[in-house]
């Protein structure tokens, strides 16, 4: 049974680009959430995902957006990338109230 | 809104002693409580839950926490501390699927 897995693994932009990166989910699960992890702190919740849906939203700016397919598979978009942007994005995926399993993150660098 | 609270961004630990990481939440419904491990360059992994039930809860490679409402804490033990145990550990408190982490301990184990 795969867990979850993301994509890219690393990314390098620029700034004033956009990105988009991916995630699938573990096998049964129907939910997906993002966080940003900023170098030597903890994630922060950015959004979550719930039957194609955005369900709930952290305190980030428009440029950050999503997605989620029919397959419960999502993205997440970043326009108009700032330096601050860089940071390890993870995602996450449950089912109700089950524990949330961790994809290994995709590594964003902003020049 | 629910958060938590790790004190001591850097711990270091003996081979074969105790480890202890403290956490303190805030919460305004009870609690769902999680503590997580990241090992260099990879994602999360859970180490151990608390949602209802035992407030003693036992996890993965020998780490214990116990919940006490009381202290609002949710402190992580382990007894012998292994060098496979260096890693940054969170702490987490869940609200609708939504995960407020700390700031994390980088544990380092000294030999």
């Known amino acids: 049974d795969a867990g979850v897995t993301q994509s890219p693994t690393h990314l390098i932009k620029t700034r004033g680009q956009q990105v988009t990166l991916r995630c699938s989910p573990k096998?049964?699960?129907?939910?997906v959430s993002w966080y940003q992890q900023a170098l030597g702190q903890g994630p922060q919740f950015i959004f979550q995902?719930?039957?194609?849906?955005?369900?709930q939203r952290g305190n980030f700016p428009d440029r950050f957006s999503g997605h989620q397919f029919p397959n419960y598979s999502s993205e997440l978009n970043v326009n108009a990338l700032l330096l601050g942007d860089s940071a390890l994005y993870l995602c996450?995926?449950?089912?109700?109230?089950?524990?949330?399993?961790f994809g290994p993150g995709t590594r964003l660098l902003v020049l | 809104a629910q958060s938590v609270t790790q004190l001591g961004s850097h711990v270091s630990v003996s081979e074969g002693a105790l480890v202890l990481l403290r956490c303190n939440y805030s919460?305004?419904?009870?609690?769902?409580l999680f503590w997580y491990v990241q090992y260099p360059n990879q994602g999360l992994q859970l180490l151990l839950k608390?949602?209802?039930?035992?407030?003693l809860v036992k996890g993965i490679n020998g780490f214990e926490a116990e919940f006490k409402k009381s202290e609002t804490s949710f402190h992580l033990t382990k007894p012998s501390a292994h060098m496979s145990d260096a890693a940054e550990y969170f702490c987490?408190?869940?609200?609708?699927?939504?995960?407020?982490f700390g700031k994390g301990n980088q544990v380092v184990v000294i030999p």
């Open positions: 996450a995926s449950f089912s109700l109230q089950e524990t949330q399993y």
């Open positions: 096998s049964g699960h129907d939910t």
């Open positions: 995902y719930y039957e194609e849906e955005e369900r």
């Open positions: 919460s305004s419904v009870p609690p769902y």
């Open positions: 608390y949602t209802t039930g035992a407030t």
């Open positions: 987490a408190v869940s609200a609708l699927g939504r995960l407020a």
